[in-house]
């Protein structure tokens, strides 16, 4: 009985230790080829607030560590730097506009720390 407790004791420890070292309890991702892990790394290990994470579809995807407002400024910070100039935030989108062309960039707070940029690739060109 003793074995089978034991045993019964080693597998949850082992399951519990893979899920938390894959990260498997946060959410889930919006960005196909990236995992968790990963995301979280790189944004932890980087000199800069606002990390590149993946270019997907025509959209690129950044993750800043903070909250939602702070992202609003550090992407306002990036495009007005591009020549964009911020209109208006509605819901988790923010309108820019250059030349008259538009630009959506919405964000997402994927965990209490953690949040993610999607801004279509053409922003600076």
């Known amino acids: 009985m003793k074995k089978v407790i034991v045993t019964i004791g080693i597998i949850i420890l082992l399951v519990g230790a893979f899920v938390f070292y894959n990260k498997l309890y946060l959410p ?4 196909e080829h990236i995992s968790k892990k990963t995301v979280i790394e790189k944004v932890n290990d980087s000199e800069t607030r606002m990390v590149k994470l993946s ?8 993750g800043i560590k903070g909250n939602i407002s702070a992202a609003d400024e550090m992407i306002k910070e990036m495009l007005d730097q591009n020549g964009w100039i911020f209109k208006q935030k509605e819901g988790n989108g923010l309108f820019f506009e250059r030349h008259g062309e538009s630009l959506i960039v919405s964000t997402q707070m994927w965990t209490g720390d ?3 940029v999607k801004i279509p690739a053409n922003f600076n060109e």
């Open 28 to 31: 889930p991702l919006p960005i």
């Open 114 to 116: 953690y949040v993610l």
């Open 55 to 62: 270019n997907e579809n025509g959209q690129e995807w950044y």
